[in-house]
């Protein structure tokens, strides 16, 4: 009889053992469920819209609203958030004052099904630089497909410009190789040839983002474009165009090239 007491006892253990681990699985599951749900987007009163769309990003039927808010930070910067819905999307800042305006447009970029956000952000300045960020709703989540970093430093930290006389400019990217010497027309330089030695390093951050379906494959390409600047900003000697195509789900780079003001290719180099 002892035996069979201490038989029952042992099973009964191993039955609470059995049970408290279920409990706990449960809890587990329970808790990594709460984490995973989405937070409802909490307007403040230090919000304004700032634009507001709304359209079938899906190309179900079904329409979606999108807006951009915006709001200053602590230190009187912009900041911006893209919702979609009642759901945050992403929040960019003016990165340390370099962007002072932003806006959104909806438009099908990559030849799928559905619209994309693209989200810009704009310099007030002279250079006129501009950012590009944009969004793709895919199976309910939002990913980001292109974002491409600007720089506001004059390209110094990445391109060399030096003047070597007689109307040539050196220029050399240190990030993919590309160099070239660029030449000058004289006639542009009569009565300021002193101006010429003072030339440096003087790249605009990226101010134009062109979409264009190049190769007619219902994927839009993106170029950038940014000056390349000779003895003031009003005195541009080339541009630099950086082209983007579609792979594996994002916009990698495909191309970069430095073309003359006449819009001639100087030199391209495949990325």
């Known amino acids: 009889m002892l035996i069979h007491l201490k038989g029952d006892a042992a099973v009964l253990k191993k039955i609470?053992?059995?049970?408290?681990?279920a409990a706990l699985a449960l809890t587990l599951v329970g808790c990594g469920a709460t984490k995973a749900k989405k937070e409802k987007f909490v307007v403040t009163d230090n919000m304004e819209v700032v634009e507001?769309?709304?359209?079938?990003?899906?190309?179900?039927?079904?329409t979606q609203k999108v807006i951009l808010y915006g709001e200053k930070d602590d230190?009187?910067?912009?900041?911006?958030?893209?919702?979609?819905e009642e759901y945050e999307i992403v929040s960019l800042d003016s990165m340390e004052g370099a962007y002072t305006l932003a806006d959104i447009n909806l438009q099908d970029v990559d030849g799928q099904k559905g619209l994309e956000v693209l989200?810009?952000?704009y310099n007030t300045g002279s250079a006129g630089g501009q950012g590009l960020n944009i969004y793709k709703l895919d199976r309910g989540e939002w990913q980001e497909i292109f974002n491409v970093p600007n720089s506001f430093d004059m390209g110094k930290e990445r391109f060399t410009m030096q003047y070597m006389g007689n109307y040539q400019v050196s220029f050399k990217d240190s990030e993919t190789g590309l160099e070239h010497v660029i030449k000058l027309d004289p006639s542009r330089y009569a009565g300021n040839e002193e101006m010429l030695d003072g030339i440096s390093t003087?790249?605009?951050?990226?101010?134009e983002y062109k979409l264009e379906d190049i190769d007619s494959d219902g994927v839009s390409e993106i170029t950038t474009m940014q000056m390349v600047i000779g003895i003031a900003h009003a005195d541009p000697i080339a541009s630099l165009q950086t082209t983007y195509r579609v792979k594996d789900g994002s916009y990698q780079p495909e191309k970069i090239s430095l073309v003359d003001i006449s819009g001639m290719v100087l030199v391209e180099k495949a990325l």
């Open 16 to 21: 609470i053992v059995i049970c408290l681990i």
């Open 202 to 207: 003087w790249v605009d951050p990226i101010a």
């Open 119 to 121: 989200f810009y952000r």
């Open 75 to 84: 230190q009187g910067m912009p900041v911006w958030t893209l919702v979609e």
């Open 52 to 62: 507001k769309q709304v359209e079938d990003l899906n190309g179900d039927g079904k």
